[in-house]
């Protein structure tokens, strides 16, 4: 990239399944006011805000209206992207390299306990051809999982083995909800959900928000030692009706990931990304997001598993935070992926870190089963 | 008209049902409305006076807590008022809003900031911009946002 | 209905869909009850497969949000060009009831009556306030619905609409009656940005964008009285000032304003400076923003004539460039060079883009 | 006593509110043809991209690949081929029939996109990739998708 773009801090609330006592605008207040205090700035420091949000999930229309005093947007300029947070990132993004604002703070919430998630996401397919027939985020995941393991030959173990990895990371992880190991054993035997998917193969439903802000090469040093910067971006759609779509492989996020490796120059990916963040929606699609990344060959995300690889020790680890199958909080799980990338390049991940991770990806999505996907690389000094 | 009405349309009712979390000032607010006591909460930095209570002051970016909350007077100032007169689904029911239906802009006496609510009054000429109003309290509240079903216009301050 | 929109654009710029770098699409959720529209409607009528596709919403603002989105898409270097689409049918679903939505579930929902309950107060409070006639507002509604009838894609046209048409029109929220409200509009609106180089392929005659300015207010509406707008005196004033305007009447060709109501074109004409507080009405009288005026205001018929949400602020802005290129047809206002696109909506908040014949960038 | 005294210990911190709207979605030619053949003449139609000559199923204006306006209607087969399938058996309040139940990713003979439906097959076992379905269309079509009741093994 020509002009860079730098996040100078991170915040996250603990990730919980219901955050009974704050209302939506008091959760992002307690990240915002977090952020503001670690980097020892008042609300007149920040220029302008981005969120991301969904109108379903918050249940109310224009969701950001509900947090304009808590982002300290109040005769500001505040915009949102309806989606995941990491395109509010990504325009956040766009806003500092215009070079317009020195500094924007970018936001992103859910509280998934307060609405119905299988009537929000019903509510995803269109009310002519898919709507009636019920189809949930669960049902597409099944049909997506059902597809995919049999094109390619990848068992039910090799799928449990996400969920064990992952949920093994999360207890290293202080916001994530989920904090308890599981066995493969523990998977295969939970209730079938939606065959050949079963409940712990699914995400919980998570409250939370994550903040950070953005600003300009020129301002990083301001704010922080270890700033880390935008190195490659991409975004890509699939298409919309789940039978027009190539259901065993994630061609968008594969056309994104290419477009991103070559803003970013990197040729090898397992070699070149030290660390990688994705938004796995259930166990085997974090297996396709292997392939359609290019950590390993189309077909051999089971054998990739299998061998260690994206372990918190291995060549390419992959959510070392826990991923989505341990903290679910629906719009706000890409700008998360993002702050995990930035805790680990900052060197501030704690019990997971990476060691000597300079260079990161971080991947967020919109809509069923890879829909919209936005890929962001990001690199250390 | 017509062509509209050829046209092939497919029904969808959304019903989705929501558990907003209110917020620990709001819970403290519908407890005092409980025993027919209005409160708002005071920014401890500018003293900014909120109704409804919330925990962030949008001007100073402070918190309020439960402490920083005050009571205020049921009577207050008509600053605006309009009389819907138009049919509309309500989203909270599904149904039609009845209507027509009174409804005015007016800050509580002691509040620095303003409310809308309906006003029982339907005849538009009745109103008066500066005018007094009250809240009505249901006679049996339950702490909940119907205990107050509507203001009402104070002919004379009695 | 967005294929066409798209389909217009694309052609008019003699490009082809593989040449679109990105898509925005600007759209209201719950008004039309489909949840991640973007995904449909970015990937069917849009040529969206493939490519970035992104949804902005932000009320009454989505349009003003997504046009602005897009100026910094481009500003930014992301991106060579970028297809913008706002669009809304509204008749699916009830403005009002998605409106109703939008505010707090807890203390403003059990009562609020969409938009035009709110604007009704502040017209109320404005009227009262300035000692504003309604014949003063019907004038607002003359204007623009007698320039709409210049205008082939707005929905109401009237070219003969008198002041007692209005005055005489039933009493939908006092003190708004029928005309004194903008209808509800199924639309679509679709506009191609480029940036500076790749603009030279598609067209000599661009408008470009001088700059934009937002600004947001509380969360809740009754925070403050609102009926003078007070984001759209913050979000001009900041865009004067980066600009070096002095006097928007003179320095303005024209201007496309978001006017939800015959007494909000009053009462925000003000607010942007155009005249003193109060003076809204004099304004009008004086000839100044009819077409023939110093400052002519929604040539187009502004929204009082059409307002398909998701598309009605940036149908200003398209509105804006339109003038500035010289492609008004019989809404042509002669020789503009600079050009304002205003947006309004959410909790009262205004976004401002202004646009001039003259490339010269920003600042 | 103790629970229900937690609970409304709950209760009070949230608002139970809903959103309730009725909607009338204009369904446009394309669907409008698609559905009313399926309730009137049990016929199944697609439509083929000019340019790419793909038949899509159900059918839609524009082909996304292309970005070419489709007008040519074909009939395809009632019978398919399953692509890929699931079997719910958790109960959610979107779900048309009781599970457990399937749905599937049917290849129409004829058509070049994939159909999502309903199978009538709740055994996981019963059901494998590539096996044959056919459509059972409803007695009395009520104009929408489920006109086509589910799809059947053969």
């Not at chain 2, 969808?12 to 620990?24: E, V």
């Not at chain 3, 609020?112 to 404005?126: C, E, R």
């Not at chain 3, 209808?183 to 506009?191: K, R, T, Y």
């Amino acid at each position: 990239m020509d002009k860079e773009v730098a996040i100078v801090g991170c915040t996250q609330t603990k990730y919980e399944a219901e955050k009974i006592d704050l209302t939506i605008s008091e959760l992002v207040f307690e990240v915002v006011k977090k952020l503001h205090n670690d980097l020892g700035i008042t609300n007149d420091d920040v220029g302008c805000v981005i969120s991301g949000s969904n109108d379903f999930n918050d249940g109310r229309t224009i969701a950001n209206m509900a947090i304009q005093d808590a982002v300290g947007s109040v005769r500001k300029s505040e915009s949102r992207v309806s989606g995941d947070g990491a395109f509010a990132y990504v325009y956040g993004a766009m806003r500092v390299l215009s070079g317009e604002y020195d500094t924007v703070l970018v936001v992103s919430h859910s509280k998934c306990s307060e609405g119905d998630q299988n009537l929000i996401n019903n509510s995803i397919f269109d009310p002519y051809y898919q709507r009636h027939l019920g189809l949930d985020q669960i049902s597409s995941a099944g049909l997506m999982a059902n597809m995919y393991m049999s094109k390619y030959g990848i068992s039910e173990e090799q799928a449990a083995k996400v969920v064990v990895k992952n949920r093994k990371n999360a207890t290293n992880n202080p916001y994530a909800h989920l904090q308890k190991e599981v066995s493969i054993e523990d998977v295969l035997n939970s209730p079938m959900l939606a065959y050949p998917l079963k409940e712990l193969d699914f995400p919980p439903y998570s409250d939370g928000a994550v903040a950070m802000l953005l600003t300009n090469a020129e301002n990083a040093k301001k704010f922080t030692d270890t700033p880390v910067w935008l190195k490659g971006y991409a975004s890509c759609t699939d298409a919309y009706y789940l039978g027009h779509r190539t259901m065993t492989d994630l061609i968008g996020l594969e056309f994104a990931g290419k477009e991103a490796y070559k803003m970013a120059k990197i040729e090898d990916p397992v070699k070149d990304l030290d660390v990688a963040e994705v938004f796995e929606a259930f166990s085997t699609h974090e297996l396709m997001i292997y392939e359609a990344l290019g950590f390993c060959d189309k077909g051999e995300g089971g054998i990739f598993i299998d061998s260690g690889e994206t372990q918190i020790n291995g060549s390419i680890p992959v959510n070392p935070s826990g991923g989505v199958l341990s903290s679910n909080v629906a719009m706000a799980n890409g700008l998360i992926r993002v702050a995990e990338i930035v805790s680990q390049l900052m060197g501030k991940a704690e019990d997971r870190q990476i060691s000597d991770a300079k260079t990161g990806l971080a991947y967020g999505m919109n809509g069923i089963c890879s829909q919209g996907n936005c890929v962001l690389i990001f690199g250390g000094e | 008209m017509g062509k509209k009405e050829k046209e092939f349309q497919i029904k969808w009712k959304t019903d989705l049902p929501y558990r907003y979390s209110i917020g620990k000032l709001a819970v403290k607010y519908f407890e005092e409305l409980k025993n027919k006591k209005i409160t708002g909460s005071k920014c401890p930095k500018c003293g900014k006076k909120y109704m409804p209570p919330r925990a962030v002051c949008a001007d100073c970016f402070v918190e309020m807590t439960v402490e920083d909350m005050i009571e205020l007077s049921p009577r207050g100032t008509l600053e605006g008022f309009t009389v819907v007169n138009y049919p509309f689904v309500d989203p909270n029911t599904g149904g039609m809003r009845p209507f027509p239906y009174g409804y005015g802009i007016f800050k509580l006496d002691g509040a620095d900031t303003y409310m809308m609510h309906f006003v029982d009054e339907t005849d538009h000429t009745k109103f008066k911009i500066g005018q007094r109003v009250e809240a009505v309290f249901k006679e049996k509240t339950e702490g909940d946002i119907y205990d107050i079903p509507y203001f009402r216009l104070i002919k004379e301050e009695e | 209905m967005i294929y066409e929109a798209v389909k217009m654009a694309l052609d008019d710029a003699q490009m082809e869909p593989k040449d679109v770098d990105a898509i925005l699409i600007g759209n209201m959720d719950h008004f039309e009850g489909i949840n991640f529209s973007e995904m449909w409607c970015g990937i069917d009528a849009a040529p969206g497969y493939l490519k970035p596709v992104v949804k902005i919403a932000t009320g009454g603002t989505t349009g003003s949000s997504l046009g602005i989105c897009g100026y910094y898409n481009i500003a930014s270097g992301f991106y060579k060009n970028i297809l913008v689409v706002g669009w809304e049918k509204l008749n699916e679903g009830g403005a009002t009831t998605g409106i109703i939505t939008a505010f707090d579930p807890v203390w403003e929902r059990p009562s609020l009556a969409g938009a035009l309950g709110p604007l009704a107060l502040m017209a109320n409070i404005y009227a009262v306030k300035y000692g504003i006639s309604s014949e003063q507002a019907a004038k607002v509604t003359v204007k623009n619905r007698r320039n709409a009838a210049n205008n082939p894609f707005a929905h109401v046209q009237m070219p003969n609409i008198t002041i007692d048409d209005v005055m005489n029109s039933q009493m939908i929220s006092y003190p708004l009656r029928l005309h004194d409200c903008c209808p509800q509009s199924e639309g679509a609106c679709a506009l191609i940005y480029a940036n500076e180089e790749e603009t030279k392929k598609i067209t000599d005659n661009p408008a470009w964008f001088k700059g934009v300015s937002t600004a947001h207010y509380y969360t809740f509406g009754c925070d403050d009285l609102m009926f003078d707008l007070p984001t759209a005196a913050i979000a001009s004033k900041k865009i004067y000032k980066k600009l070096g305007i002095k006097d928007p009447v003179k320095d303005l060709d024209v201007a496309e304003i978001y006017e939800p109501t015959s007494w909000s074109e009053l009462s925000w004409t003000e607010s942007l400076g155009f005249c003193g507080r109060g003076e809204g009405g004099k304004l009008l009288d004086e000839g100044i923003t009819q077409m023939s005026g110093e400052l002519p205001v929604n040539p187009s018929g502004g929204v009082l004539s059409s307002n398909p949400i998701g598309a009605t602020a940036l149908v200003r802005f398209a509105e804006a460039a339109i003038q500035i290129m010289g492609r008004g047809g019989k809404r042509q206002i002669p020789d503009v060079e600079t050009a304002m696109g205003m947006g309004f909506g959410g909790s009262l908040w205004t976004e401002l883009a202004i646009l001039g014949k003259d490339p010269k960038p920003l600042r | 006593m103790e629970g229900e005294k937690m609970n409304e210990e709950l209760e009070k911190k949230v608002f139970r509110g809903r959103i309730k709207v009725p909607y009338k979605h204009t369904a446009g030619a394309y669907v409008e043809k698609f559905i009313t053949e399926i309730g009137k003449n049990n016929k199944i139609m697609g439509v083929k991209c000019p340019k790419c000559n793909k038949v899509f199923v159900p059918p839609k204006m524009i082909c996304f690949k292309c970005f070419e306006k489709m007008e040519e209607w074909v009939e395809v087969s009632k019978q398919g081929t399953v692509k890929g399938f699931t079997v719910i058996s958790h109960s959610t309040p979107v779900l048309p029939l009781k599970p457990p139940f399937a749905y599937g990713i049917i290849t129409l003979d004829g058509a070049d996109t994939d159909f999502v439906h309903i199978i009538n097959e709740s055994d996981p076992k019963n059901l494998r990739v590539g096996m044959r379905v056919e459509a059972v269309f409803k007695e009395k079509p009520r104009k929408r998708i489920l006109d086509i009741e589910y799809f059947k093994p053969i």
